[in-house]
């Protein structure tokens, strides 16, 4: 079967090694690629991953046409990205139409970094606006090891979000939050929302890991890495091996449902 990251960051050439040493001073996080494109393709390559999608945060509304451009420019055969947005000026109708018509299916947002609370009514236009034109949103959740105070995502806020909007296409990073497990379990397990397994998968306690990945809908699952914050191949074959998931529901998670969110056919096309 083929295999799909639905969770990776890369940086522009110029500024990856950077980025990458800062995040891993302050995160406190190892990185297992350079943090370029190049990097995240030679990675694939050894972990048998056929596409890579690549999130990037503006963490100013200034920040976002340029940073728009270069996710644009990046996508090719196994890469493809999402969009970037920021809720304090947040894209009108007819520009997510324009996002939408250039292949993008959905856009991240990180509360932390984007200081807001996902719960905070002054959004909701913004979900809303994306809802009406069949747009995913992937949420960071839980704790960010590089930002940790205040968390802005916890799962009980993003169930309040569920709830408040269920038209909305979420997608929960982090199987519903870092540090936030039990949490997550309680607010968010069984909901009609996806949840991607990306940086927790070998950090959750197997036992909770196990209650998480049965007790959510097999549909609803998606295998990510967080790339370069860890090894894709080892991320990938734990995944693989947890005896408690059927060939279907992996078939499921490493493929099948995101191909489903980013608008691919069954056969891959990429």
């Known amino acids: 079967m083929k295999k799909i990251d639905f969770h990776t960051h890369i940086y ?3 500024a ?3 980025t990458v040493a800062a995040i891993r001073s302050r995160a406190g996080v190892d990185a ?3 943090g370029t494109l190049a990097g995240l393709k030679k990675s694939m390559k050894a972990a048998g991953i056929d596409l ?4 990037a945060v503006a963490t100013k509304p200034e920040q976002v046409p340029s940073i728009q451009s270069w996710l644009t420019a990046i996508r090719q055969p196994g890469i493809e990205a999402l969009a970037t947005v920021h809720p304090a000026a947040p894209p009108d109708s007819e520009q997510l139409e324009m996002l939408m018509n250039e292949g993008f299916r ?3 947002l990180h509360p932390d970094y984007q200081d807001f609370f996902v719960d905070d009514p002054r959004v909701y236009p913004l979900y809303e606006a994306a809802a009406a034109k069949g747009m995913f949103v992937l949420f960071h959740a839980g ?5 940790p105070h205040p968390v802005h995502a916890t799962p009980k806020r993003l169930a309040a979000v569920h709830s ?4 909305l296409c979420m997608v ?10 039990e949490e997550a379990e309680t607010h968010l397990l069984g909901r009609n929302l996806y949840m991607d397994t990306a940086f927790v998968l070998r950090k959750t306690p197997m036992p909770l890991l196990e209650r998480i990945l049965k007790g959510h809908p097999p549909d609803r699952l998606l295998f990510a890495s967080d790339s370069p914050w860890t090894d894709q191949g080892e991320e990938l074959q734990f995944l693989l091996q947890l005896p408690f998931l059927t060939e279907t529901d992996k078939e499921k998670i490493c493929f099948s449902n995101a191909a489903h969110l980013l608008g691919l056919g069954r056969g891959g096309n990429f």
């Open 12 to 14: 522009p050439d110029h």
């Open 16 to 18: 990856a090694a950077r």
């Open 32 to 34: 297992y690629t350079d």
């Open 52 to 55: 890579s999608v690549v999130s």
């Open 106 to 108: 959905g856009f991240k």
């Open 143 to 147: 704790v960010d090891r590089g930002l």
């Open 164 to 167: 408040d909007i269920p038209e």
């Open 172 to 181: 929960v990073a982090h199987l519903g939050g870092e540090g936030a497990y």
